[in-house]
């Protein structure tokens, strides 16, 4: 399909090389969130999920993304690779991936089995996405020390990717020993190994570790790949961007309709302290402020289609785009009207800038 990733095929247990179409993929990301009053059972949303993913497939949707958070009220994915699974099942060419896995809460070698077992399932359409995570609650759960996030991730990356290379995990850490252990079956297809952040340490540490990045905002792609250059990349790792916008044939109806959602949404994340201290960072009041920020964008196809053209034209390693399936609290349902403007309008408009640019 125009704009998906193109993988070639590795001898078993090494990374895929990965070339990039001119064109980026348009993919969904899903929380599976379900906060009350709830309009269907949990049951029910991960079943029409499912289904949806199914359905967005054969409409040119080229990626679907799970994402990871634990106690929460509203049911956030706690297992995004057992989501992924059986997403795999339900797919024949759409790349999946993770954005993301809270890799320092795992056992590294449990997450590269689950994390194998997925792109055997999916012939090599897996992509494993992790980032640190920032709530002392799944922290203290999970019996992990906050403070250690940074050779948490460093030590479990090292981990998976001996345990893909076929190879016997050999590592004295901090926070990790292990000898002489063999992981198997490897992948036919490695997973690239992803990461994302937002401060600048983090994003450091992907342009360093990382095969790409995942940006959940866009301002964050220049500090990657300054951190690229000066580290001498020249692979040209790619980037997957998350976007924060509803899109719709009338933009300005729709947030009326799912404004809402998205505040709910944008409301908890500053809760746990997705952008800093809690106690600093005051909540949006209602869903016109929060469009008003910036933050939050509804755009109408041509809008959508412009945004996505000039980010890939300032950042040619973006090879994915991809938006919220449907917003917290939303009928599975709800979301697959923005899915079909996603599919049958923005994602034609976006062949015909690059293609004619081209």
């Known amino acids: 399909m125009d704009g998906t990733l193109i993988v070639s095929t590795p001898t078993r247990g090494e990374r895929p090389a990965a070339t990039r179409d001119a064109l980026p993929s348009i993919g969904l990301w899903y929380d599976l969130r379900n906060p009350a009053p709830r309009s269907q059972t949990f049951t029910e949303t991960y079943a029409a999920t499912l289904e949806q993913i199914r ?5 040119g949707v080229g990626s679907a993304w799970f994402t990871e958070h634990h106690f929460t009220a509203d049911g956030y994915c706690p297992s995004p690779l057992v989501v992924a699974a059986a997403a795999a099942a339900a797919t ?4 999946l991936g993770t954005n993301l896995v809270l890799l320092p809460l795992h056992d590294p070698v449990r997450i590269a089995e689950d994390a194998t077992a997925v792109s055997l399932l999916s012939g090599g359409r897996f992509d494993l996405g992790v980032g640190l995570g920032y ?18 991730m460093e030590e479990a990356v090292s981990i998976i990717r001996s345990a893909w290379s076929g190879e016997e995990v050999d590592l004295e850490g901090k ?3 292990l000898h002489g252990v063999a992981v198997t079956p ?16 983090a994003i450091r540490r992907a342009a360093r570790l990382a095969d790409g990045f995942l940006s959940t905002q ?17 692979d040209d790792p790619p980037v997957f961007s998350a976007q924060w916008a509803v899109v719709a044939d009338d933009p300005d109806r729709e947030w009326a309709r799912v404004g809402d959602h998205a505040l709910y949404q944008m409301n908890t994340y500053i ?25 939050y964008h509804a755009w109408d196809p041509d809008e959508a289609a412009r945004h996505i053209t000039e980010l890939c034209r300032r950042h040619p390693r973006v090879a994915d785009v991809h938006f919220w399936a449907q917003l917290p609290g939303e009928h599975v349902d709800s979301g697959s009207a923005r899915i079909e403007v996603l599919a049958t309008k923005v994602l034609p408009r976006v062949r015909a800038i690059i293609g004619a640019a081209a």
């Open 218 to 234: 866009d301002a964050t792609i220049d500090t990657f790949e300054r951190a690229c250059g000066e580290l001498g990349r020249r």
């Open 175 to 177: 926070r990790f020993r």
């Open 135 to 152: 709530r002392q609650l799944e922290y203290d759960a999970f019996g992990r020390s906050i403070r250690h996030r940074p050779s948490l």
């Open 92 to 95: 024949s060419t759409m790349r």
């Open 186 to 201: 490897s992948p036919d297809v490695a997973p690239r190994l992803l990461m994302g952040g937002l401060a600048e340490p």
């Open 55 to 59: 359905w967005a497939e054969r409409l």
């Open 271 to 295: 809760e746990w302290g997705a952008f800093g201290p809690p106690e600093l960072i005051p909540r949006f009041e209602d869903r016109d402020q929060l469009r008003a920020s910036g933050f």
